[in-house]
């Protein structure tokens, strides 16, 4: 306590501003909505963590941590309105938990000089650091995502899927299509084919779709989908028979609000990740105990340990360490949003780091640099047990396939910079 | 006492044909377009702009666009989303491919491009009525978001399928793009709005206009009086799918600079604009910007006393505008057919003869 004390006092020294100073973490939630499956959970991960943070060890460096929470409904729009009436309390980071709402933030918020971490979706691209100062996308992306799956998929079939035929259910829009020039180049190299099969917002109706899946029977189906209609295919791929052994989805495929409407049927459907699995970590220990037990969860209180929760949690651990990180490189408790980003570039995550935070073997170890801001690439897969009714890892998380990838990455960022007329990041 | 005609002659026909032909109104109009145009701008934050100011003019123009064809020419549209969808993009491959034209033909040209859409997509009007043109808007809808999803031509061969708005100047100024002061975008805006208002109200109260609305009224009497129905509801789609075209094209390029069209200009888009004219006063220019205004602010409002001064939980309030939007359009439908602007109205008449209202 004694020590807690003088790190706060030479913190408010440090910080020798405002005297209510506090780190501002705003959280563009969606609570409402055909997504609000999705987004309760990571909303309240990522404001249970802060809670602990500040409740455990009086916040970061010494500085209360403050969600600003804002309720976007998944839209555009009051995603923007929201992006404005709190970038103004001096928010650190911004993650959207959207795709659209990050397309729309990335050149507002490079201009205002806050950063964006859009962890596992967003502009894939944006791992370029080169060209996207401010946006981040560590630990791994939607083309790592695809890349996982196939190497997933090679491993399982003795390295050999030429001929085999591949569908990808996609969510029609920019999250859903971010996949498919991967894939595409992935059909080249690999000698499978690929065939797209678009869903259309927020996809309560598949019926033709997996009619159509029935028809051309796939060997393998990879599903980019988001909400309700997760549960919707689930469900319809259940109706078909398709194994759902054979039926892959990416990490926003892959909560348990996904799987439990289908029941048994959904059992052994795989989801890629890029976090681990279950509340079975030393931090969940301190989460019941400082957060849950003094009544001060998030939310209901009733999400604790499922996927998106840990996602949640997850992002608010890379945040902090984050936060902490632009402390030590400045040397001030209280940062702005432009040292947050300097903070973020030089995020470390190692296994020891992980477990001294009480999340041992929860993700992947990384390190973010000027040019790369998207981590090193590693991709799991987990699996749905549904007796049990929980997830669990079954293949470890392993590389992707960079030589696809790069190139794809550093032609679509050029792109963009070149549009834009954007010079060079990195000296 | 403050708003009579008493001693207000008029001694030309111009002059008692204005649009505001009471002395007190004129001046609160130029008092109101002076403030618009000499004071907001320097109050202007990226936040006022943001999340009110650019949303409703915006919306103003759409809403001014429905209320032409739904309104005045009773033709019942659910494709204003679409149509808004097709000024868009217009305006994306106009911005992209003639980069040294300035933005502000663009936006124009992506209006009369909504024209053209939308007059094709208005001749099954001429043999379908009621409910059943409705559904033939609502067709539109669909098809028209389901196009700009498919034919990669149009978002030029994204990845994404997002299109983004490059950055464009008016006068040196960036109005488009991550760059723009909040005065910019807004007085850009506020020149479309503020034309866009000055032509409709024009149009509504000459021939054509009583054409639309001879139309509206009863389109059998109208044609036995020799008004060519043909023409009637084609330029009332041609009208109205320009202001709807040209609020499409800054609802991208100004306001929000990336769009998705499934989820920016799907089917809530259109019925957001239809609560807009009903809630505002169908038939009315004043009502468009009622309306506008109304759903525009009110969501903020609720959010700033909710959240930010109740300390409501988010999704609590977010549900509480669903549920106060919904009552507003039954409260409105069933007591006040005629929405904001004919309380307006009312509150126009009692103060003329206040304070002897006998």
Known sequence: ?427 | MFYREAGDFSTTYPQDSQTFPIRFDRYRYYVVLAIAVFVMPFVMTDYLVNSIFLPFLIYAIAAIGLNILTGYCGQVSLGTGGFMAVGAYACYKLMTAFPDVNIFFHVILAGGVTAAVGTAFGLPSLRIKGFYLAVATLAAQFFLVWLFNKVSWFYNYSASGQINAPERTVFGIPVTGANTDAWATYLFCLVFTVGAAILARNLTRGAMGRQWMAIRDMDIAAEIIGVNPLKAKLTAFAVSSFFVGVSGALFFAVYLGAVEVGEVFGITKSFLVLFMIIIGGLGSIFGSFAGAAFLVVLPVVLKIVGVDMLGWPTDIVAHFQLVIVGALIIIFLRYEPHGIAQLWRVAKEKLRLWPFPH
């Open chain 1, 1 to 427: 306590m004694k020590m807690k004390l003088t790190t706060m006092a030479v913190a408010a020294v440090m910080a020798a501003g405002p005297v209510m100073a506090d780190l501002v973490f705003p959280s563009l939630s969606y609570r409402t909505g055909p997504y609000a499956a999705g987004g309760i959970p990571f909303a309240d991960g990522y404001a249970d963590y802060m809670t602990l943070l500040n409740e455990r060890d009086g916040g970061i460096g010494g500085l209360p941590a403050r969600i600003l929470e804002c309720e976007t409904g998944y839209n555009t729009e009051k995603g923007v309105e929201c992006y404005e009436a709190t970038k103004g309390e001096g928010s650190l980071v911004y993650q959207p938990l959207s795709t659209g709402i990050t397309y729309q933030l990335i050149p507002k918020a490079t201009a205002d000089d806050i950063p964006v971490h859009s962890m596992g979706y967003g502009r894939t691209s944006a791992k370029n650091g080169n060209v996207f100062s401010h946006v981040f996308n560590y630990p791994a992306n939607y083309w790592d995502g695809a890349s996982g799956a196939i190497n997933y998929l090679l491993e399982a079939n003795g390295n050999d899927i030429s001929g085999k035929k591949i569908a990808l259910v996609y969510h029609n829009s920019a999250y859903g299509k971010e996949p498919i020039r991967t894939l595409q180049g992935l059909a080249e190299k690999h000698g499978f084919e690929l065939m797209e099969v678009a869903v259309d917002h927020p996809g309560q109706e598949q019926k033709s779709q997996w009619l159509q899946i029935r028809r051309e029977r796939p060997d393998f189906v990879l599903m980019w989908g988001w909400g309700v209609m997760n549960q919707v295919a689930i469900q319809e791929a259940a109706n078909i028979r398709y194994p759902m052994e054979n039926f892959i989805g990416i990490w926003w495929s892959g909560s348990e609000n996904d799987v439990l409407p289908a029941g048994d049927a959904a059992n052994g459907y795989k989801a890629l990740t890029f976090h681990g699995v279950g509340s079975d970590f030393p931090v969940f220990d301190d989460i019941q105990k400082y957060v849950v037990d003094a009544g001060k969860a998030a939310g209901a209180g009733d999400q604790v340990g499922t996927v998106l929760y840990n996602r949640g949690l997850y992002a608010a651990m890379l945040a902090a360490e984050a936060a902490k990180k632009a402390q030590e490189i400045h040397g001030v408790a209280d940062i702005t949003p432009g040292m947050m980003r300097d903070g973020m570039e030089a995020l470390e995550i190692t296994e020891a780091k992980m477990a001294e935070l009480g999340l041992p073997n929860f993700g992947p170890e990384f390190t973010v640099s000027c040019e790369n801001h998207g981590g090193n690439a590693l991709v799991g897969v987990t699996q749905w047990d549904a007796s049990a009714g929980s997830w669990s890892l079954i293949s470890d998380f392993k590389p992707t396939d960079g030589d696809i990838i790069g190139p794809l990455i550093e032609e679509d960022s050029a792109a963009y910079a070149n549009e834009n007329n954007i010079p060079a990041n990195c000296g």
